[in-house]
C-alpha cells in the first residue's frame, strides 16, 4: 500500500484568510506549507471574503462537523442601488435601482430577517441541483432555480451608515447562513436592490480573532523547512464550546465499546448545561477526551469516538 506523503500532525490552525482565494486553495498552501498528510476547512469562506477560516489537521478533519454546525459572527457592508448575479462584487450587474433607504427603514425591515427564517442560496453556490453544482450551472447560462432553506439569525444590526448608498451590518448566524442572501433580500424589502462589497468573518465556533494567524504570515518562511506544528491549537479547542461529562474508568470502557450509560448512574455529574433531550457532551476519562456522546431518551449515547 502506497504511503501518504506529508507529516502526520494533528490539530487546528485559524488563518485570516485574505480577499481573492478561494477556501480550498488556502488550505491546499497552508497543508504544503506544514507538509501535513490531511488538511480540510470548518466552513467555506467565497473568494471576496476575509477573516476565520479554521483549518483541520489530521485527526482534528473529525471534528470539522462540530466546527459547521457553531455560531458564526460576520460584518458585510451592502451596497444599495446594484444587484450582481453572484450576490457580491464579483459577478455581473444585473439590476438597478434608485431607492435609497433611510436608517429607519433598514431598522423597520431587521426584524424580519431575526430568527428561524427561510433563504433562497445564492445561484452561485456550491448547492447541487440534480446533480449539479449551482454555480456551475450558472456560469454557463443555466441559472438554477434553487428551493427556499431553513435558517438562522441570532442578530442582524446595521452597525454604520458610511453614506446614502453604503450600510455596514453585524450578523450572528448558525450553520448554512448565506450572507450574501441575506444582503441581496433586506436591500429588496427596504424597496432597493444590493450586494455584498466587504464580508469578513470575525468567529467560528470556538475560534476568535484572536486566534487567527494571516495567510502571509504562515506562509513566509527563511529555509525550506516546514511550518511549526507549535502554531496548532489541540484538536479538542473545536469542542470548547461542547459540555464535558467525566466518566468512571469502568464507563469509560463500556463507552469506547459503543455501550450506552444510563443517565441515572451518571445523576450529579450531567452539565448544568448538558441538553438531556438530544444534548451533545464530551466524554472524558480523566483528562483524556475519549469520544462524543449524545443526551436521549435516558441515556448517554457514543456519538463518535476519539
Not at 470548518?42 to 471534528?63: E, H, I, N, S
Not at 484572536?210 to 507549535?230: G, R, Y
Not at 461542547?242 to 470502557?253: K, R, S, V
Amino acid at each position: 500500500m502506497r504511503r501518504k506523503r506529508g507529516r502526520v500532525l494533528n490539530g487546528w490552525l485559524v488563518v485570516d484568510k485574505p480577499a481573492g482565494m478561494t477556501s480550498t486553495d488556502v488550505v491546499n498552501r497552508v497543508r504544503r506549507r506544514f507538509d501535513a498528510q490531511k488538511a480540510g476547512h470548518g466552513g467555506t469562506l467565497d473568494p471576496l471574503a476575509t477573516g476565520l477560516l479554521p483549518v483541520a489537521f489530521g485527526f482534528a478533519t473529525k471534528t470539522v462537523p462540530y466546527i459547521m454546525d457553531g455560531t458564526k459572527l460576520y460584518h458585510f457592508t451592502l451596497r444599495f442601488g446594484e444587484a450582481r448575479d453572484t450576490d457580491d462584487a464579483d459577478g455581473q450587474v444585473i439590476a438597478t435601482s434608485d431607492v435609497r433607504p433611510t436608517d429607519q427603514q433598514i431598522e423597520e425591515a431587521l426584524p424580519r430577517f431575526r430568527g428561524d427564517i427561510m433563504q433562497v442560496p445564492p445561484i452561485f453556490s456550491a448547492i447541487k441541483v440534480a446533480g449539479e453544482r449551482a454555480y456551475d450551472m450558472a456560469r454557463e447560462g443555466r441559472a438554477p432555480v434553487l428551493e427556499p432553506r431553513p435558517a438562522r439569525i441570532d442578530r442582524f444590526d446595521l452597525i454604520e451608515r458610511v453614506d446614502e448608498d453604503t450600510a455596514v451590518f453585524a450578523v450572528q448566524s448558525g450553520k448554512g447562513v448565506y450572507m450574501r442572501s441575506l444582503a441581496r433580500d433586506l436591500a429588496e424589502a427596504v424597496g432597493s436592490v444590493g450586494h455584498i462589497t466587504v464580508l469578513r468573518r470575525l468567529r467560528v465556533g470556538p475560534f476568535r480573532e484572536a486566534d487567527a494567524i494571516p495567510l502571509d504570515k504562515i506562509m513566509a518562511s527563511e529555509d525550506n523547512a516546514p511550518a511549526s506544528p507549535e502554531l496548532l491549537l489541540p484538536v479538542t479547542t473545536a469542542l470548547d464550546d461542547i459540555p464535558a461529562l467525566a466518566l468512571t474508568p469502568e464507563e469509560a470502557t463500556a463507552f469506547s465499546h459503543g455501550q450506552a450509560i444510563s443517565l441515572v448512574e451518571l445523576m450529579g455529574r450531567i452539565p448544568a448545561d448538558a441538553n438531556p433531550d438530544g444534548g451533545m457532551a464530551i466524554a472524558r476519562d480523566g483528562g483524556r477526551v475519549i469520544g462524543l456522546c449524545r443526551l436521549e431518551e435516558g441515556w448517554l449515547r457514543p456519538e463518535r469516538l476519539f
